[in-house]
């Protein structure tokens, strides 16, 4: 049944979590246990393993967890079908972002189904398209340099910290119409929700993102401008405007899918070209291919994925899933599939343009795709323009964290 | 590409807003205008439209990818039967 999203109310979907709540309809050999984003050999080396994976696993496999057991699609055209079959396969109930029951909202426009999605994807698509994002262009080109004069000259900076978080949120924060004195605050924020060891700082970041959105909500309503804050809260799509709860539930997921991601895919990208200092003589040489590039990098650096739940029964590759069954598109192992994409884990900036599940496919598609690429492409050049040999610190040891958004925790440099 | 999109246009979808990435927004640009449209504007335009659902044809475009100006006003394309499977 479809949900009203201006009165949200809790899903109360049963979620099965341990190997005491397999459904009896999933076959026993197809149950594993392998730890998707915790397990010592994903933490270990977390793109080498989602690759690996369509050598030691069948291509859908139901996996059990403490965080909850769905079937895993690895293959990159089974992932196709499911996205593309909202009818089949929906997002209702299916992000797992707790939220508080006595002041529920939904995450808009993630958790809605098509056709109601449509309308709050219209409210800002022509911001993010590739024709709006193109006038932010020269915008993020200052924000890169800006980043770079405070430490290229220094011989060493630890990435994530020096350009990898902060350049993001400065775009971010430009697009929503927010102050650039948030930006240390947003990304701190952004760490805790995702990244912190402990339940406590993730509750206290999502209360203190909540009450700064909510007030930067109000202040937009009462004051409008040309930022993406201020559209949403002034929307009225077929003349009915939003209620407080939609324009709560977009603003905030907008925070949750647009920040961490970008830093992971970032911190991922660096590290690599660090390792590979051919591949960036490589990338300087070709500045001609950088959108070729940018997605290449893209398909073999992806960090996330995409989870959706059975609205029916349904057969897949003879697999038979029934209706309230969770799925993930693991979009990382599709994009090394290698039926789709040869020899999967080389990096080759000459593969003919394929879809990549990086940003997901169907209706849900990455609403920020077009930002995010614009993104990289001008933190690399600035990047390279000014510090165009660099290498990993001797001796650094990088870390994973577990979780649903993977990249590196820490990329000392130094050139 | 985007008009369709935004009103809801049966035929194109156009799911990656115009990222050239899903080749779901295929369309056959009717003969009379094949000339003024011209053929796919990049390598990468036309190795994403192999990989397009339905049949491809020396008219076939990826529809985000031709950019409307007063000179193309009354283009005429088909949509395939299918975008995806
Ligand atoms: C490299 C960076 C990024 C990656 C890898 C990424 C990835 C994704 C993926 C995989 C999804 C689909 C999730 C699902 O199917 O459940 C998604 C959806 C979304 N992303 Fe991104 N994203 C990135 C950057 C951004 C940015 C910068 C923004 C906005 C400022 C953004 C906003 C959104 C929104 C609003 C959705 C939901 C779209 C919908 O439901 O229609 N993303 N993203
Ligand atoms: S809209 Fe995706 S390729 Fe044209």
């Keep these: 049944m479809a949900i009203d999203a201006a009165n949200p109310v809790p899903p109360n979907f049963t979620r099965c979590a341990g190997a005491d709540q397999i459904p009896p309809h999933v076959p026993p050999e197809l149950v594993r246990s392998v730890g998707l984003t915790t397990g010592a050999e994903f933490l270990a080396a977390p793109h080498a393993y989602k690759a690996g994976l369509h050598h030691t696993q069948p291509p859908i496999f139901y996996d059990v967890s403490p965080h909850g057991n769905a079937w895993q699609l690895l293959r990159h055209d089974d992932a196709l079908f499911a996205l593309r079959h909202p009818e089949i396969f929906t997002n209702e109930g299916a992000t797992p972002f707790p939220r508080d029951p006595d002041d529920y909202f939904y995450f808009i426009p993630i958790e809605i189904d098509p056709p109601h999605h449509r309308k709050y994807r219209n409210i800002v698509d022509p911001l993010f398209s590739p024709h709006g994002v193109m006038k932010l262009e020269a915008q993020i080109r200052e924000r890169a340099k800006g980043l770079l004069d405070d430490f290229a000259g220094d011989g060493a900076c630890e990435f994530t910290t020096a350009y990898g978080r902060p350049l993001p949120v400065c775009v971010f924060l430009d697009i929503m119409g927010l102050p650039q004195d948030m930006r240390d605050t947003f990304v701190e924020w952004a760490v805790d929700l995702l990244h912190a060891p402990d339940r406590e700082t993730m509750a206290r970041a999502m209360a203190s993102i909540t009450a700064y959105l909510k007030s930067a909500i109000a202040e937009k309503t009462a004051h409008p401008d040309e930022g993406v804050v201020s559209r949403i809260a002034h929307a009225a799509p077929d003349g009915v405007p939003l209620s407080e709860k939609e324009i709560f539930g977009f603003v905030c997921f907008l925070f949750i899918a647009g920040l961490d991601t970008v830093f992971a895919t970032m911190n991922n990208i660096w590290l690599w070209l660090a390792q590979n200092p051919a591949r960036v003589e490589e990338i300087i040489a070709r500045p001609g291919d950088i959108n070729a590039i940018v997605e290449e990098l893209l398909r073999a650096w992806s960090v996330t994925f995409s989870g959706r739940m059975l609205a029916q029964d349904y057969t897949m590759r003879g697999v038979e899933m029934k209706a309230g069954d969770r799925i993930t598109c693991v979009l990382p192992a599709c994009n090394f599939d290698p039926e789709a994409f040869p020899n999967p884990t080389a990096i080759d900036f000459d593969r003919p343009r394929k879809t990549i599940l990086a940003f997901t496919v169907g209706a849900h598609s990455c609403m920020g795709a077009h930002l995010a690429r614009l993104e990289i492409k001008v933190g690399l050049e600035e990047w390279l323009k000014r510090i165009p040999r660099f290498a990993v610190r001797p001796g650094a040891h990088i870390e994973y964290r577990p979780g649903g958004v993977v990249g590196p925790e820490f990329v000392p440099l130094m050139w | ?85």
């Design chain 2, 1 to 85: 590409m985007r008009g369709a999109l935004y009103n809801g246009v049966e035929g194109i979808i156009g799911e990656c807003g115009g990222g050239l990435s899903c080749a779901t927004c295929h369309c056959y640009v009717d003969a009379a205008w094949t000339a003024r449209v011209g053929g796919p504007s990049s390598p990468a335009e036309r190795e994403l439209l192999d990989g397009a659902a339905a049949e491809v044809r020396p008219e076939s475009r990826l529809s985000c990818q031709i950019a409307m100006t007063a000179h193309l006003d009354g283009l005429v394309v088909r949509l395939p039967e299918k975008q995806y499977d």
